[in-house]
């Protein structure tokens, strides 16, 4: 069972979990977190499949990350490790947590680099039924795989991260958790064709133009 994702997407918040893959957070030179490294991406920057992704005159540094997203069903908040947490998922679907890499590093807070409009595609379709401890997450620019990791090499699991995340905040229905990327990030350029692959999803693709000619 599969829902589109349209233009009408509208989550409330889109929680997003940096260095979540040890190979990932090595490539650039960070440690990987003792505990979850939380951001949060404006709603505003989302686009749906085939949405372009336009490249700001602020960065040189454009980058995609393919990333596992997390639907939420229902209102929840201050889960415990008892709790189920399968009735608070929708289902599965590819985030695309786009970022200004050049930016990202100069400034202290991630907000900048991370919410440009059009920096969160998402989609093309929430899976409902999905066993994601052991699935492909894989990135292609123009074709060429540039990312191929698996969700078994989370540092933090898709339950551990929806527990963790509703003790910090209350998860509205349609929120969206990017899980985190795996290695091999790299600049995205006008004329590319970025797409997201997640096996038992889809592929989420968006073609790059810049944000003024
Ligand atoms: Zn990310």
Do not use: W
Request: charged share 25%; glycine share 8%.
């Amino acid at each position: 069972m599969s829902e589109l994702i349209g233009a009408d997407f509208r989550p409330s918040k889109i929680v997003c979990v940096g260095r979540n893959y040890v190979d990932h957070a090595r490539e650039l030179g960070n440690e990987v977190p003792k505990a979850p490294l939380l951001f949060l991406k404006a709603p505003s920057a989302f686009v749906p499949n085939g949405e372009p992704i336009l490249i700001p005159e602020q960065s040189q540094q454009v980058e995609h990350e393919a990333e596992l997203g997390i639907v939420i069903a229902e209102r929840c908040n201050g889960l415990q490790d008892t709790d189920d947490v399968k009735r608070y998922i929708k289902g599965f679907t590819c985030v695309n947590d786009v970022t200004a890499r050049d930016i990202q590093r100069s400034d202290v807070q991630f907000t900048r680099a991370k919410s440009f409009d059009t920096f969160c595609p998402i989609g093309p379709h929430i899976v409902a039924e999905l066993n994601v401890e052991d699935i492909g997450v894989i990135c292609r620019v123009n074709g060429e795989v540039r990312q191929s990791g698996r969700t078994s090499q989370m540092v933090f699991s898709p339950a551990f991260l929806i527990r963790y995340i509703s003790r910090q905040m209350t998860l509205m229905q349609g929120d969206v958790i990017a899980t985190g990327t795996p290695a091999g990030v790299s600049k995205l350029n006008p004329g590319d064709v970025c797409e997201v692959e997640i096996e038992g999803i889809g592929v989420l693709s968006n073609p790059v133009f810049p944000a003024k000619d």
